[in-house]
């Protein structure tokens, strides 16, 4: 592993400001504190700063040499609504916001790498560093993007990291192709005709229609998608009646549906519309759906994914990069951006939880866990891997 010497010397700086950010968690769209540290930060670096794409978003950009050639480094900047059960000194200051996914300290590590960049300028080109809000459900990215984004700011390629506990300190995982799942939610709304629970022959029952749908869906995933590709349909809301003594008029259902291609969401869209209208046809009911495209899955461009592993494994060795690591069902807003751009998103690793401090709480050191910390000890990771990354693709 060959560090920065003084991207580790300076590490003080950034992982002051991840605490920082810890204890004063914004949620999607509201990043008002944060984006306005890392614009004064990024200025106090030297680093020009342009404000407002996406409402919080901050870009800062750093020049060197003549090409026109230039590489986006992106780090995301809000927290989750949840209850922290942390009590160390830099735990959320505010109930039911918490930083749980790290990404206080992706904006650190993205930090400590521009701090060098900026002061060294080593590569010919431009660094576009994206500093996006609302990574966790609101799609900021592609707020970005519809603003202008990579109209005003070129970016030949796009990257991304982000903490993966479990995976190692010093590790990182990354392959071509998907690495997370696209995310879509639906809604099935059954009418029925409600009535007396003591006369059911006077009523179109919606509870048992809308039963008979959640058995139906289950046969989506296992008798109709191809096999080979990964699918997940989970069913998690089921609302109905408010009385014994009532057959309500209907049911609602939802849930979510990931998988890691369009054409796959495409047949399950489309299968939870006939399974579901014509089940609840066949007990004399309707149903109308709902089905949201929440997030695209996140596919990395195989030239760029390798390039990313290559550096990784060059700076940090070969038994550090997992390069065809297993991908996960959860979705990530950086999609958008590798919908536009060529590039990848890559893991790393947050180790196991022992870098917590005391007081920390009794859950594992896991993403959306109420015990989660960032591990400071990857600012001069990240830190190093974006500098090495930024100057390899920049070469003069
Ligand atoms: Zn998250
Ligand atoms: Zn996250």
Same mark, same amino acid.
């Given at each position: 592993?060959?560090?920065?010497?003084?991207?580790?010397?300076?590490?003080?700086?950034?992982?002051?400001?991840?605490?920082?950010?810890?204890?004063?968690?914004?949620?999607?769209?509201?990043?008002?504190?944060?984006?306005?540290?890392?614009?004064?930060?990024?200025?106090?670096?030297?680093?020009?700063?342009?404000?407002? *794409?996406?409402?919080?978003? /901050?870009?800062?950009?750093?020049?060197?040499?003549?090409?026109?050639?230039?590489?986006?480094?992106?780090?995301?900047?809000?927290?989750?609504?949840? +209850?922290?059960?942390?009590?160390?000194?830099?735990?959320?200051? @505010?109930?039911?916001? $918490?930083?749980?996914?790290?990404?206080?300290?992706?904006?650190?590590?993205?930090?400590?790498?521009?701090?060098?960049?900026?002061?060294?300028?080593?590569?010919?080109?431009?660094?576009?560093?994206?500093? #996006?809000?609302?990574?966790?459900?609101?799609?900021?990215?592609?707020?970005?993007?519809?603003?202008?984004?990579?109209?005003?700011?070129?970016?030949?390629? =796009?990257?991304?990291?982000?903490?993966?506990?479990?995976?190692?300190?010093?590790?990182?995982?990354?392959?071509?192709?998907?690495?997370?799942?696209?995310?879509?939610? @639906? #809604?099935?709304?059954?009418?029925?005709?409600?009535?007396?629970?003591?006369?059911?022959?006077?009523? /179109?029952?919606?509870?048992?229609?809308?039963?008979? =749908?959640?058995?139906?869906?289950?046969?989506?995933?296992?008798?109709?998608?191809?096999?080979?590709?990964?699918?997940?349909?989970?069913?998690?809301?089921?609302?109905?009646?408010?009385?014994?003594?009532?057959?309500?008029?209907?049911?609602?259902?939802?849930?979510?549906?990931?998988? @890691?291609?369009?054409? /796959?969401?495409?047949?399950?869209?489309?299968?939870?519309?006939?399974?579901? +209208?014509?089940?609840?046809? !066949?007990?004399?009911?309707? !149903?109308?759906?709902?089905?949201?495209?929440?997030?695209?899955?996140? =596919?990395?461009?195989? #030239?760029?994914?390798?390039?990313?592993? +290559?550096?990784? #494994?060059?700076?940090?060795?070969?038994?550090?990069?997992?390069?065809?690591?297993?991908?996960?069902?959860?979705?990530?807003?950086?999609?958008? $951006? *590798?919908?536009?751009?060529?590039? !990848?998103?890559? @893991?790393?690793?947050?180790?196991?939880?022992?870098?917590?401090?005391?007081?920390?709480?009794?859950?594992?050191?896991?993403?959306?866990?109420?015990?989660?910390?960032?591990?400071?000890?990857?600012?001069?990771?990240?830190?190093?891997?974006?500098?090495?990354?930024?100057?390899?693709?920049?070469?003069?």
């Amino acid at each position: 592993m060959r560090l920065i010497e003084n991207v580790v010397r300076s590490a003080a700086g950034p992982r002051a400001i991840r605490r920082d950010i810890h204890a004063h968690p914004e949620l999607r769209f509201e990043e008002h504190r944060t984006s306005d540290l890392v614009a004064a930060t990024l200025q106090g670096y030297g680093i020009p700063v342009h404000r407002g *794409l996406g409402g919080t978003g /901050v870009v800062g950009i750093i020049r060197s040499g003549s090409s026109k050639r230039a590489i986006g480094l992106r780090a995301d900047m809000d927290a989750l609504p949840m +209850q922290e059960v942390n009590t160390f000194a830099h735990r959320s200051r @505010f109930d039911g916001r $918490m930083h749980a996914c790290g990404h206080d300290g992706h904006t650190a590590m993205l930090l400590a790498a521009a701090h060098h960049l900026a002061a060294n300028r080593s590569f010919d080109g431009s660094v576009v560093l994206i500093f #996006q809000p609302a990574e966790e459900g609101g799609a900021g990215a592609r707020k970005m993007i519809e603003e202008g984004l990579f109209d005003r700011f070129a970016c030949d390629a =796009v990257f991304a990291l982000h903490n993966w506990p479990g995976l190692p300190v010093g590790h990182f995982g990354v392959r071509p192709g998907p690495i997370m799942a696209s995310t879509n939610e @639906f #809604q099935i709304r059954v009418d029925g005709l409600g009535g007396h629970a003591a006369m059911p022959h006077l009523t /179109v029952d919606p509870v048992l229609a809308a039963a008979q =749908v959640v058995q139906g869906l289950q046969s989506v995933v296992t008798r109709e998608r191809r096999p080979i590709d990964a699918a997940v349909l989970s069913l998690t809301m089921f609302h109905a009646g408010s009385a014994s003594n009532v057959i309500p008029d209907s049911a609602t259902l939802g849930g979510t549906v990931r998988t @890691f291609d369009d054409a /796959v969401t495409d047949l399950i869209e489309q299968r939870i519309r006939r399974v579901s +209208q014509l089940t609840a046809q !066949a007990h004399g009911a309707s !149903a109308d759906v709902t089905f949201q495209r929440v997030y695209p899955p996140t =596919v990395n461009h195989p #030239q760029e994914a390798e390039f990313a592993a +290559q550096l990784a #494994q060059d700076v940090f060795g070969a038994n550090h990069v997992v390069r065809n690591v297993e991908p996960t069902m959860a979705a990530e807003d950086f999609a958008f $951006m *590798l919908r536009e751009r060529p590039g !990848a998103y890559l @893991f790393i690793g947050n180790g196991d939880g022992d870098h917590r401090d005391a007081g920390h709480g009794a859950g594992p050191c896991n993403l959306h866990n109420a015990a989660y910390d960032f591990n400071d000890d990857l600012i001069p990771i990240g830190g190093t891997f974006w500098v090495r990354l930024a100057e390899r693709f920049l070469a003069p």
